[in-house]
């Protein structure tokens, strides 16, 4: 897991960085976590890719909870974008993204042709998203092979290369990094939520009460069925205690250990122990 730290320069810095590197590109892959499109995505995305062909990755979409990718998918495309739900770590969706930009950039390759290139250059990308929404596992993963990261380590820079992906495409091999939306409370409980924050940064107890609270309004009967719960309380506490007892998180004087059913919470919702599970629902942005 990477984190970074944004300051105002730094921000300034990365908007610069993903426009030097468009000016090189015919299309910029936007990558977002299934599980939280909205809080994954960078505040400023529109501004800063301007009206560069643009497609939508759904990554992760193997933790996602399926019905809501698909109304994501709905979603963009009501709005005139492209989506597609991919899962970088096993590659499922991943030999689409070709196919589907090169259809986005027929047009651009189509009046090349009309000028006389016959053989027009492979279609070129690049892959932009905040820190740990799986650029690097989809850079190896279209590349077929193990590209250093070296995006994210200030003071480290290297030649830029392309990297060839089948005949028909090439991606930079360095990702555009961008900072995510953290003036917005939900957003930073999202993100810590789904691990893209590093447990540290918030407080683990205060995670795992969104989490909770999150899960008893919209999957209920998944903590029912791991917590072996009869009912739900609706007190965060009561339910905190319910699952603490059933999984013997006690402290020395016989009292709940919150800190352990936080740390049970969290685990369980990030291995999927849970089953697949979304934290934002396109409703929210209709
Ligand atoms: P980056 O910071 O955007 O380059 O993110 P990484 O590629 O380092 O990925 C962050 C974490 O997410 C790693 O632990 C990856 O193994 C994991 N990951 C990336 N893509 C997927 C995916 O599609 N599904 C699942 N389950 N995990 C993924």
Redesign the pocket.
Known sequence: ??TIQWFPGHMAKAKREVQEKLKLIDVAFE?LDARVPMSSRNPMIDDILGQKPRLILL?????ADEAVTEQWIRYFRDQGRTAIA?????GTGVRQIAAVAKEMVKEKFDKMRAKGIKNPRPVRALIV??????????INRLAGRHIA?TG?KPGVTKAQQWIKVGKEMELLDT?G?LWPKFEDEDVGFKLAVT?AIKDEILNLQDVAVYALRFLSVHYPERLSERYRLDNIPADIVALFDAIGRRRGCLTAGGGIDYDKVADIVLYDIRTEKLGRLSFETPAAWT
């Open positions: 897991m990477t990558l990554n992760k979409a193997d933790m991919i899962d970088a770590q096993s998203g905040i820190p740990n929404v799986g650029k690097s596992t989809l990261k994210d990702p990094i691990g």
